[in-house]
């Protein structure tokens, strides 16, 4: 109960940068989908925003609770978003895609002017890599991009990584809403953050990867008794 508690804390918190009139990316996640709610609860009241999911999963949650929401193709520019991430670290760099929503994620945090992230205290590290590093791929060739991310990730010195294919059911792969896979790649200890972004990217079959570096300006970290707010 104390980490629902924490997760709901930062998502409370997160309500602050909102205002009247503004076009928000809503985040995929268990922390971003108490935000959701307690937005759709501001929206009752009278707030005017319009809303962008990352994902099915948010599309539907934000729609089930009476959010306006735009189709992203009529979207130029976000004022805001708020998402959650599986790793932050003390600079504001992130590790996110545990929710399979990274790619739509990361179009429209780059598309935001300011991306505030919610969590809780246990997301918090001192150098990214713990959780494993999502990759999303075509399906076409994805076992020749399986080595060539392994081998990137070696090359960016990342000591004996593992990458494994994300399943759905222990045997199919995983679907993603773009209709990718996605590798995770159990890294324990990325050394060199923009240098493992920087050949994931250049690794072709790999769409996106979980990656998030000097995108959030605000980290909000939620505790029992409220949230403390990091800028970057």
Same mark, same amino acid.
């Given at each position: 109960?104390?980490?629902? =508690?924490?997760?709901?804390?930062? #998502? #409370?918190? #997160?309500?602050?940068?909102? /205002?009247?009139?503004?076009?928000?990316?809503?985040?995929?996640?268990?922390?971003?989908?108490?935000?959701?709610?307690?937005?759709?609860?501001?929206?009752?009241?009278?707030?005017?925003?319009?809303?962008?999911?990352?994902?099915?999963?948010?599309?539907?949650?934000?729609?089930?609770?009476?959010?306006?929401?735009?189709?992203?193709?009529? +979207?130029? =520019?976000?004022?805001?978003?708020?998402?959650?991430?599986? /790793?932050? &670290?003390?600079?504001?760099?992130?590790?996110?895609?545990?929710?399979?929503?990274?790619?739509?994620?990361? *179009?429209? #945090?780059?598309?935001?002017?300011?991306?505030?992230?919610? !969590?809780?205290?246990?997301?918090?590290?001192?150098?990214?890599?713990?959780?494993?590093?999502?990759?999303?791929?075509?399906?076409?060739?994805?076992? *020749?991009?399986?080595?060539?991310?392994? &081998?990137?990730?070696? !090359?960016?010195?990342? &000591?004996?990584?593992? +990458?494994?294919?994300?399943?759905?059911?222990?045997?199919?792969?995983?679907? $993603?809403?773009?209709?990718?896979?996605?590798?995770?790649?159990?890294?324990? =200890? *990325?050394?060199? !953050?923009?240098?493992?972004?920087?050949?994931?990217?250049?690794?072709?079959?790999? +769409?996106?990867?979980?990656?998030?570096?000097?995108?959030? =300006? $605000?980290?909000?970290?939620?505790?029992?008794?409220?949230? !403390?707010?990091?800028?970057?």
């Amino acid at each position: 109960m104390a980490n629902e =508690r924490e997760k709901q804390n930062a #998502a #409370a918190a #997160a309500l602050e940068f909102v /205002e009247d009139g503004m076009t928000l990316g809503l985040g995929t996640g268990s922390t971003a989908a108490y935000f959701v709610q307690m937005l759709a609860d501001e929206v009752a009241d009278g707030l005017m925003i319009r809303g962008v999911p990352t994902s099915e999963q948010t599309r539907r949650l934000a729609e089930s609770h009476g959010i306006p929401l735009l189709p992203v193709d009529q +979207v130029d =520019r976000l004022h805001l978003t708020v998402d959650g991430a599986d /790793e932050v &670290d003390s600079v504001g760099n992130l590790i996110k895609g545990g929710g399979a929503a990274l790619l739509r994620e990361k *179009i429209i #945090a780059d598309a935001s002017d300011h991306m505030v992230v919610i !969590a809780d205290p246990s997301k918090q590290v001192e150098r990214l890599g713990q959780f494993p590093l999502p990759v999303e791929v075509t399906p076409f060739g994805f076992t *020749i991009t399986a080595k060539k991310i392994f &081998d990137a990730l070696c !090359a960016s010195g990342i &000591d004996k990584p593992k +990458v494994e294919l994300r399943t759905s059911n222990g045997r199919d792969p995983l679907i $993603t809403d773009g209709g990718n896979h996605i590798f995770d790649c159990h890294c324990r =200890r *990325i050394p060199d !953050a923009e240098a493992t972004s920087a050949r994931l990217s250049s690794v072709p079959g790999v +769409v996106e990867h979980g990656l998030f570096l000097g995108m959030a =300006r $605000t980290v909000i970290i939620g505790n029992e008794g409220g949230a !403390a707010v990091f800028e970057y």
